[in-house]
């Protein structure tokens, strides 16, 4: 089963920008669909955007969509978020998922933490 390590977590001023990493080892990168979420203080986990394997299909929350971008490189085994006009709202921790079948695997997460 394929591990998960992200990075590009940080502290940003609203309207600013991040890129999350998101780096696979341990399983065929390629054959997985890969997603990311966030869980806020408080708050359940919620679902940003999700890539297929191929690049092709790409599904958008409406509270990240025109802000957010995924991106994937099968090459480098790695997803990207590329966040931007940040808001304190997306004040949370950034995880991303791995997903073939029934398989699940998940980072351990990052902190992005956004200053009004």
């Known amino acids: 089963q394929v591990q998960l390590v992200e990075s590009g977590g940080g502290l940003v001023q609203a309207g600013g920008s991040l890129r999350l990493s998101c780096t696979a080892s341990?399983?065929?990168?390629?054959?997985?669909?890969m997603a990311w979420f966030r869980r806020a203080p408080g708050k359940e986990r919620e679902f940003l955007v999700a890539?297929?394997?191929?690049?092709?299909?790409?599904n958008y929350a409406d509270s990240v969509k025109d802000r957010f971008t995924i991106s994937r490189d099968n090459a480098k085994n790695t997803v990207y978020m590329q966040m931007d006009s940040l808001r304190p709202e997306d004040t949370a921790v950034y995880y991303c998922?791995?997903?073939?079948?029934?398989?699940?695997?998940w980072g351990q997460g990052t902190q992005v933490t956004v200053s009004s």
């Open positions: 341990g399983g065929y990168f390629s054959t997985y669909s």
């Open positions: 998922n791995a997903a073939l079948g029934a398989l699940s695997s």
């Open positions: 890539i297929n394997r191929s690049g092709g299909t790409i």
